[in-house]
């Protein structure tokens, strides 16, 4: 929820100062980072180190990050660079979260449990995506960056106090030790070896770099194109909340396991599909419509990546491979600069529309090298 407040607000204040799209995608751009240089590391320390220290760490980077953003915002000498190194910092707390929080539910889960589980996961993440850009509205609105600063520091202080409480399963205390970097590679072997742990992993760099980070520029359509105020932008970017929220609850209810890698593969391409023709559209309805049907195809995705590779991934590697799950999630960055870079040289809509045409293209090619999984 509260990369949501974030993302809505920092979005709307860089593009008012900037006029530019490449500078909106550049912060999404630094907090992915850590995920790319950090997310084997922090996948091999997850099976070393109890989960409660490594998530409580996390947290404590990212309430600190955000509680010194908000007071140099106070101070009235807040820059762009200042907002993207707090950017390398909070990532730094999402990789740690990522991989630790997944991890956990996969161990607490039994395999029969273990897509509800996840599922139930995606459903408060899709929650949270519909209720963080509403009150990060609301908040840039009346209170401006340092109200939406001050709170997201306060939200990772709660979430700080809450792991406190929270039984996770402690490391592994008996198994072979190893050095961490044979660990990594023993971890990047397995994925070679499996082919829906490879596709799995190969879907996520294609939607990090064509799909999802199209959403970094949807509160500049809003701007830009339909004319909303902050509040009203929140509106819109919440919409893929509440067809992601329904969508991860009815996965949860009714989803037999062999459905399982067709609501992974389709669910991706119907994302892809509705926020490319989001960018063509005018209305304001309609974009509403378009992103809801989006969250439909979120909720297959989201809810699938993480399954299918705690399924077909043995226990004493799941924390490994999650870690390799963070390091794919991190090649965002290629695609927020991406399509910052086709918005500068060609305008907001058409540079959205192009990146998500190559992501629709690039996913029929996926889809016919792994039959396996649009069939099964």
Known sequence: MVFGIEQLAASIYIFLITESPLMVTGLLTARMIPMILLGSIAGALAER??????????????AIAFFTLGAIYVWGDIQLWHMFVGALFTGTGLTLDNTVR???????????????????????LMLAMLLGPLIGGILYEHTGLSGVYFSIGLCFVVAQLVIRKTPLPTAQKHREK?????????????????????????????????????????PVIAIDVLKLSPSINGV??????????????????????????????????????SILIFALSTSFYFSIILLVLG??????????????????????????????????????????????????????????????????????????????????
């Open 49 to 62: 180190l109890p989960g409660i220290a490594l998530l409580s760490l996390g947290y404590w980077i990212s």
């Open 102 to 124: 997944r991890k956990a539910i996969g161990e607490l889960s039994a395999e029969t449990t273990l897509g509800p589980a996840m599922s139930l996961d995606i459903t408060t």
């Open 178 to 218: 190893k050095k961490l970097h044979h660990e990594i590679v023993e971890g990047i072997n397995y994925a070679r070896s499996n082919r829906v742990v490879t596709v799995t992993l190969v879907i996520t760099v294609i939607m990090n770099i064509f799909v999802l980070a199209l959403f970094g520029l949807v």
């Open 236 to 273: 819109l970017l919440s919409s893929s909340g509440v067809g992601g929220f329904i969508g991860a609850l009815l996965i949860s209810i009714y989803s037999p396991q062999s459905h399982y890698r067709r609501y992974y593969y389709w669910g991706s391409l119907l994302l892809a599909s």
């Open 295 to 376: 969250g439909f195809g979120l909720a297959g995705f989201g809810t699938m990546q993480v399954t299918l590779l705690l399924l077909e991934t043995p226990p004493h590697l799941r924390a490994r491979i999650l870690g390799l799950l963070t390091v794919c999630i991190g090649v965002g960055p290629i695609g927020v600069l991406h399509v910052g870079y086709m918005a500068e040289i060609f305008g907001t809509v058409h540079g959205m529309a192009i990146v998500g045409l190559e992501g629709i293209v690039i996913m029929a090619i996926v889809g016919f090298i792994w039959p396996e999984l649009r069939k099964a």
